[in-house]
Each structure stands twice: as C-alpha cells, then as structure tokens.
C-alpha cells in the first residue's frame, strides 16, 4: 500500500516548509533514508530522507512552494501503484494538530533520521536523530535538555540547533553582564572575544569606549587664507610637474667641524649662531653654478636658465608654509647668509615679509633636519625645476676604508621636474652636492 509522505514539522515554530528541491523523480526507486527532498523551515535548509523503500509515485508541489506541516506531499509505493491524481485534503495541521502530528508519526514514510538515545538513567530515553546527536556531541549538550519537536518529543537536528544558538546569545561572563547592565549597554550589540565568542569585562568597556569616540565630533576647519593658498599651490605643483626624486646619504663629519669651528667667529661678526642651512645654502648654490638645468624656471613652456643663484628656504609659519628668497647666494659668504636666512626667517614667523622677498626664488631648500625626519620627498615650487629636501643628522654605522665606523649622517633628496632635467644630470648634480657637503672647507677658498 502507497505511503504518503509528509512535510515534516522540524520545529516548534515551523508552520510551513518552502520546497527547495526534490532529489528524487517520479518513477524513481527510493531506498529507506535515501534523500527524497530538501526544504527551507524558518531556521535552516534540511534534507528530508525517505522512511520507506519503493518508487516516488507522486509529486504534489513545485519547487519554491509553501507548504503547510503535516501536509501530504507524496506517495511511495510500489511501482505502478495508483495514488491520488491531486494532493489530498484535510491535513491542514491547525484545529487539530495533535490529531494530524500523531497521524503524521503513524503514517509518515518519511524518515527524518529517527533513532531511540539512551541517557544516563537507566529506564529513561531520548528520542532523537542523529542528526541531532551529531550537533550534540560536537557541541557538548545534554540531549535531555533540549527540547524535541517531532513525533513523541524527538529530538531533531533543527532543536538542537536551536537550543545551541539560545546558548550561544547568553555567552557572557556574569561581571561583563554586570558591567552592561550598569551602564545600559544592549549585549546584543557586543562583539564578544571569549571562547565561543563569550562577552567578556573588556570586550563590554572596549564597546563603551569606541561609543564615546564615536560620540565626539571631529572639528572642523575651512581651508582659507594661507592654508588654503598653500593648498592650491601644492596641488597645482603635484598634479602639473611630474615628479621623481633621487636620495643620498651625506656623511656630515667634515661639515660639522666647519661649523663648529667658525660658529664663534660668525657669531662674534652677525650676532647668531651659524646653522648648518647656511652651511647647506652655500655648497648648494656652489654646486648649482655647475648644473644650471637644476637652477633654471619653467614658464609657458619656456624653460629659462636663471643667472642667479637664489634660494628659497621654506619656513612653516601657523597655518601655512613661506617661503622667502635670499638672493645672489653664490656670491655671499656664511656670515650674510647667517643673518639673511635668520632675518627671513623671523620676519616670516611675524608676518612681516615684503612681496620681494617672497619671490624670485630659483631653487627651494626645504629643511626638516630639527625634526625627527630622515628623508622625504618635497613638491617642487613652481615654476622652479627642482627642490631640495634635507633631514636630521644622525649617527649611524658606515663602512670607511674595510671598517665599520659610526658617522653623522644626513639624507638628501632632490625632487626634479622631469620635464626639464634627466635623472643623469639630476643625479650628477646630487652627486657634486654630496661630495661638496662632504668637504666642505673648499667652500671657503
């Protein structure tokens, strides 16, 4: 005699399954615990296994339907067997569903993985799938806690399931329950960093604390004024000029005794204290002489080749950057030099700088050696062709003749307008620059 088959109830909650797709044909032979259809309940996607052997006669329903629980779905039989042409009626599992459930138990074909579990007391039994037993074990639960769904209390695959994700949304340690509870936080909003993603204490003050920085407001400040002129220049630089840059590490050995050296006499004579941009300033406009590329403009698509040595020296005032222009470098010793970068350098900090000492610049140094900065790459200041970035000096291991020494080093970086320069004669004049930096007591012949 044919067996119908039932859509299963797989939950409490279940009150219908969505078919998803049938794994067996009409026509097919089906074995006991075969896969004959898979369905979606409100949790999970299950395969639904046939609980008699015979041929699938009849499918009832298209795949994506709604199907209520209890309902007859199809019939297994023998082969050739007549059942039904339309799905039968008076299944529907409401007004009387215990009737209906325990006609379902009695009469389902459909196995979903039944199997009797022994617990620990010796005349007491769980019923449950081993499904459901797999979920268990691995999970560690008591099958005797969960409670079953399917004909007779078993326990099936989707209570299992359930019960492990009511457990897992109480992962918490009792003190970061407390904590949350003080401060009103919603556990359910936590991300818990404990085993099984257990909330823990931190994880319920790390989440109160991203709340209070999310909570404070950035400040915000509109690009006007210098800021805003230095902004524009820049970008104009960047995106106009291609860019490259070359690097060399200086040792600064010589040029600090250079310094140290006539620091008294400069001092003595100016009234400040010579600083190694003066020292910089006069072997940089002593190499430019020899590579008049580096110290040459570009204007409207011109390039013109400057005479004139004259350096601007970028000076970070508030809000923006300046930078005045000391001319005719190339024929001042480092004693004008030391009180025009420092005169410059004040009257820019104060604001005081006339517009003719704000232009004219031919080359550009820009000097971040008083900060903790090695190296960086400078945007050139157009319409200049190149600029000279320089970095604190300081001490590190060299090889000198076979032998590891220790040296006040210092990097150098050009930043050159490749338009205008190759990378062979930029290099060369890096070159000349680090060997003239290197000795520098030819500066004063």
Same mark, same amino acid.
């Given at each position: ?143 005797? %806690? ?48 404990? %085993?099984?993603?257990?909330? &823990? ?28 002129? @230095? ?18 590490? @200086? ?6 005794? @250079? ?15 010579? %600083? ?16 008049? &590329? ?31 222009? @000391? ?36 080359? &550009? ?81």
């Amino acid at each position: 005699m044919a067996k119908e088959v039932f859509m299963p109830k797989l939950s409490s909650t279940m009150e219908v399954g969505t078919l998803l797709q049938w794994l067996k044909e009409e026509g097919d032979s089906v074995e006991i615990g075969e896969p004959l259809f898979e369905i979606m309940t409100d949790k999970i996607n299950i395969e639904v296994e046939s609980y008699e052997e015979g041929f699938l006669l009849k499918k009832y329903y298209q795949v994506d339907e709604e199907i209520p629980v209890n309902t007859v779905i199809a019939y297994v039989g023998e082969e050739n067997e007549e059942v039904p042409e339309e799905a039968p009626e008076g299944q529907d599992q409401d007004d009387s569903g215990t009737a209906n459930k325990e006609s379902a138990e009695e009469n389902d074909p459909v196995k979903v993985e039944e199997e009797e579990v022994t617990t620990t007391t010796a005349n007491e039994k769980v019923r449950a799938t081993p499904a459901s037993r797999r979920v268990a074990r691995e999970n560690n639960l008591s099958l005797k %806690s969960i409670e079953g769904s399917g004909p007779k209390g078993r326990v099936q695959e989707a209570d299992a399931l359930a019960f492990l994700d009511l457990k897992d949304k109480n992962l918490v340690t009792p003190l970061a329950e407390k904590i949350a509870a003080d401060k009103g936080i919603n556990l359910d909003q936590v991300q818990g960093s404990g %085993s099984r993603g257990k909330i &823990t204490k931190e994880d319920v003050l790390g989440h109160v604390s991203s709340e209070s920085t999310a909570d404070e407001k950035p400040e915000r400040i509109k690009l006007k004024g210098l800021r805003k002129a @230095v902004a524009d220049k820049m970008l104009e630089s960047a995106q106009s000029i291609p860019h490259v840059t070359l690097t060399s590490d @200086v040792d600064m050995t010589k040029a600090i005794e @250079v310094r140290k050296s006539l620091l008294p006499v400069v001092e003595e004579q100016t009234g400040y204290r010579l %600083s190694y941009t003066e020292i910089i300033m006069k072997a940089t406009a002593h190499v430019l002489g020899n590579h008049p &590329t580096v110290n040459a403009s570009l204007v409207d698509n011109e390039i013109v080749m400057n005479k004139s040595v004259n350096l601007g020296l970028a000076v970070a005032v508030e809000n923006g950057l300046i930078v005045p222009s @000391v001319p005719n470098v190339q024929a001042k010793g480092l004693a004008d030099l030391t009180v025009l970068s420092k005169t410059l350098g004040m009257k820019a900090r104060d604001n005081k700088l006339t517009p003719a000492e704000m232009t004219g610049s031919t080359f &550009t140094i820009s000097n971040l050696g008083m900060y903790a900065i090695d190296g960086f790459t400078p945007i050139i200041n157009p319409p200049e062709t190149a600029i000279l970035g320089v970095g604190r000096i300081i001490e590190k291991p060299v090889v000198v003749d076979d032998s590891v020494v220790v040296r006040p080093m210092m990097v150098v970086s050009l930043s050159f307008d490749h338009r205008v320069i190759d990378g062979a004669p930029a290099a060369a004049f890096l070159t000349e620059l680090k060997e003239r930096l290197e000795n520098p007591y030819g500066l004063l012949v």
